[in-house]
């Protein structure tokens, strides 16, 4: 688990939170930041998984390293109630679909409608289109995608877990964005984030909700 | 290995002598490698490890499967009775796959369709005994299908499958099963011959069309895929030597029917469903209680309503792990990892530790979570016939699947090796799942407990606690297995504030194991006075129960049938001689401190 280089102190951690609908590659996504490695059939998350990686940013004055700390969400899980522990105090959230398929992208619309009810203003979303290797299956066009970064105002990116494209480059400009919007900034503790983390669990989603969106 | 070497058959024969079955398979004879390895460093690959056989039958009995009767008989008789079942079994999946797949619709009398085709799929059962040169089994054919016409009659199995949705009906469903299908593509199992795709989406999908109100979740592939390797390899590592009636249950042609009644004995028997079925309101102002008095997150209680997990995780948090480490409590609790209980433990309990543990851990920690599983239904169930009281069923779920099953009636004497279960208690606190699953959740994270010490953010925190596997592939599962039995049954303590108890929570023979290697290093002050402490609970246990069965033994000779005090007179006898065994522990013990 530990490929990402040892924190040092001067390190700015970002809370990146990534969801999507199941097997659209998040999990892929991020192992192939964290690990720059693929693995063709990455088993599904149950649950969440966690993983991070230190990027520095030479080109900033003066030059600074992000440790993006990866919240990797499950695609399937019912639990939908746990979404906002996982949004909550996120810097950056990554909402993934698969260009091969159109369900996917409504899946999306449905993470970015719950982001924009629920987590903070603050957050920077992306939307992220992964498979774009697999361009012969393709049946969300790019100019879709754009379309409704363009109309939520997001970030937006084709990626490739398997060939790479695009991937590191995705987290690069989020860093940056994250920066130039002051969502994080060098210097700032680390608590002033973390404080959102301790809302009640009373506060989570109503049951009634839970239900409505259940996907079964 | 020879039939009369296995565990099965040593927890037969034991079973045929003094009605103990499960103490057999788990004092470790199951667990340890067959052949002492001197080299302490290759684990046991598996594939060729001969207890998969037993296991694969245990698993059986324990999820009552297959069933064992009450009175001491032969094992041939024993053995003898499990083939009509089993092939009555083999015929339901053969009908029931066979009714998914087609679905009948326009249909009026589901149970005529049923009964036609489970006498196919015994026709067809008997063409496999034939060709395979298995003739002396046919008669149980026969047998097989007039269980299936007399369970006809007295259940409503038939008509909860014409109630189950077909797979056209609605695109949701369409939608599980391509998930399904594409979560079995993408396990670790992949690529294991032993796990064949199509067996374990027939019998994914087939279980989900019969249980429409859970349905399928992610995570109950791997379950399913360790049913279907534990019978793929129990048929390699069969005796060749095994009465025809053992070896036709590790029958390779119908693992995948096999392999069915394992996963849904797991879902269903041993309750496992429950913690997938997301809207299951425990209906216990009880356990809320017990968790706002237990916990510091007194938070959590207010809630209007929980789950099934998500008590169970509260449970583990706030009630278990509070008593065996406060240390680890209170640093869970003041980095806020209690908020985030929902993020790791759901999997570590709702997949069985299927990605927590390696295959060689995972199967023995099975064994020792089923077995006690058994061992407690089976005492509940003595209980309950003793009282006279059928209907004091405090998990409604396994009741009712019981009413409609063979209900095994070994007395399980396992007085010396697991602490007995105080049904109370039990009953008191409502956990809806195995206390020894639970326990092994603690004994895992006592086992990662420094490393979870030295980390104080929660980030670094979760993704210690998701990691896979989560304990070295070298840890010795037994032991996990045995600590964990020791937790699940401990009583709350306190709180007594040390750092390192997991050398002192143990069963007593363990102790005093510890206790021995323990003398090297010496005790500390703190160290010894729980040493002490445990050893008056052991004492205080004992004293309990020897006291328990004189009070039954009063109470049985006012009835006056000669034949029961007989056998309440044998079964006592076991009970004092456990616990007279455990107090020998503790005299060892004692003479060591």
């Not at chain 1, 940013?57 to 979404?83: C, H, M, N």
């Not at chain 1, 060098?186 to 109503?206: A, E, F, H, I």
């Not at chain 2, 017990?290 to 510091?296: P, R, S």
Request: hydrophobic share 40%.
């Amino acid at each position: 688990m530990a490929s990402a280089s040892p924190t040092r102190a001067k390190d700015i951690p970002a809370k990146i939170v990534v969801l999507g609908e199941s097997a659209v590659g998040k999990s892929s996504l991020a192992l192939r930041f964290v690990r720059r490695d693929f693995i063709p059939n990455q088993e599904a998350t149950i649950g969440a998984s966690f993983l991070s990686r230190s990027v520095s940013l030479v080109d900033e004055s003066p030059p600074v390293t992000i440790k993006f700390e990866i919240w990797d969400t499950a695609g399937q899980e019912r639990y939908r109630a746990l979404a906002p522990m996982y949004y909550r105090g996120a810097a950056g959230a990554l909402v993934v679909y698969d260009i091969t398929s159109a369900d996917s992208l409504r899946k999306a619309e449905s993470w970015i409608g719950e982001l924009r009810r629920n987590a903070d203003p603050q957050t920077v979303v992306v939307l992220v289109g992964n498979k774009c290797d697999l361009e012969s299956m393709r049946q969300v066009s790019i100019q879709q995608g754009q379309d409704l970064a363009e109309k939520e105002e997001l970030l937006f990116y084709e990626t490739s877990a398997k060939d790479g494209t695009n991937v590191d480059a995705l987290f690069t400009n989020l860093g940056k964005t994250l920066l130039s919007r002051g969502v994080i900034a060098s210097g700032v503790d680390r608590r002033s984030t973390m404080s959102r983390n301790l809302q009640p669990p009373g506060s989570r989603t109503p049951k009634s909700e839970q239900q409505k969106r259940c996907d079964c | 290995m020879k039939w009369c070497d296995t565990p099965l058959y040593h927890a037969l024969k034991s079973l045929d002598l003094n009605r103990r079955l499960v103490s057999a398979s788990l004092d470790g004879s199951l667990a340890e490698p067959a052949v002492d390895d001197s080299d302490s460093t290759t684990l046991p690959n598996g594939i060729d490890d001969p207890h998969y056989f037993s296991r694969s039958v245990l698993w059986r009995i324990f999820l009552s499967v297959l069933t064992v009767p009450y009175t001491g008989t032969s094992i041939d008789n024993v053995v003898a009775s499990w083939c009509p079942r089993l092939f009555a079994l083999r015929a339901q999946y053969a009908s029931q796959k066979q009714q998914f797949h087609q679905c009948y619709p326009e249909f009026g009398n589901v149970d005529e369709v049923a009964s036609t085709m489970e006498d196919m799929a015994l026709a067809e059962v008997d063409e496999v005994l034939v060709t395979q040169n298995r003739q002396s089994l046919r008669g149980s054919v026969g047998l097989a299908r007039l269980m299936l016409t007399m369970s006809c009659a007295t259940n409503s199995r038939r008509s909860s499958i014409g109630k189950g949705k077909s797979p056209l009906e609605s695109c949701s469903d369409q939608v599980a099963e391509d998930i399904i299908s594409l979560d079995i593509k993408r396990t670790y199992l992949t690529n294991d011959p032993e796990v064949p795709h199509h067996s374990l989406f027939n019998i994914l999908t087939v279980w989900r069309w019969l249980h429409p109100v859970i349905g399928y979740h992610q995570g109950m592939h791997e379950i399913a895929g360790i049913c279907l390797q534990v019978l793929s390899r129990a048929a390699v590592a069969m005796p060749d030597d095994c009465p025809p009636e053992v070896a036709e249950c590790a029958n390779a042609a119908f693992r995948e029917a096999d392999a069915y009644y394992l996963f849904d004995g797991i879902m269903s028997t041993f309750g496992l469903a429950e913690l997938f079925h997301a809207t299951t309101v425990v209906g216990s102002q009880n356990l809320r209680t017990n968790v706002g008095n237990f916990g510091d997150g007194g938070s959590l209680s207010e809630r209007p309503a929980m789950t099934a997990l998500e008590s169970v995780c509260e449970h583990v948090a706030f009630h278990m792990l509070r008593d065996h480490s406060t240390t680890l409590y209170h640093h869970l609790a003041n980095t806020n990892m209690f908020d985030k209980l929902l993020v790791f433990l759901p999997r570590w309990i709702r997949n069985m530790f299927t990605r927590e543990l390696t295959m060689p851990q995972l199967v023995i920690v099975w064994d020792g979570v089923f077995g006690v599983f058994y061992n407690d239904e089976v005492r509940r169930e003595d209980r309950r016939r003793h009282q006279g009281n059928g209907s004091t069923g405090s998990s409604g779920n396994i009741a009712a699947f019981r009413r409609s099953t063979t209900i095994p009636t070994v007395y399980a004497g396992t007085a010396g090796s697991t602490p007995q279960l105080d049904e109370d208690e039990d009953a008191a606190l409502h956990i809806p799942f195995s206390r020894t699953a639970l326990g092994v959740v603690v004994a895992l994270l006592l086992h990662i407990e420094d490393d979870l010490l030295e980390l104080d953010d929660d980030f670094s925190l979760l993704r210690r606690l998701t990691s896979t596997p989560i304990v070295s592939p070298m840890v010795d599962a037994s032991w996990i297995m045995n600590n964990a039995m020791a937790i699940a049954n401990t009583r709350p303590l306190g709180v007594i504030p040390i750092h390192r108890r997991r050398e002192s929570i143990a069963t007593a023979e363990n102790v005093s194991r510890a206790a021995a290697s323990a003398s090297a290093t010496r005790l500390t002050k703190e160290e010894l006075m729980l040493q002490q402490r445990s050893v008056a609970l052991v004492v205080e246990r004992v004293t309990k129960r020897i006291a328990d069965c004189m009070e039954v033994d009063l109470e049985d000779t006012t009835s006056s049938r000669g034949n029961t005090s007989v056998r309440l007179t044998e079964s006592n006898v076991a009970v004092i001689r456990g616990a007279l065994r455990e107090l020998q522990c503790v005299a060892d013990r004692l003479s060591f401190l």
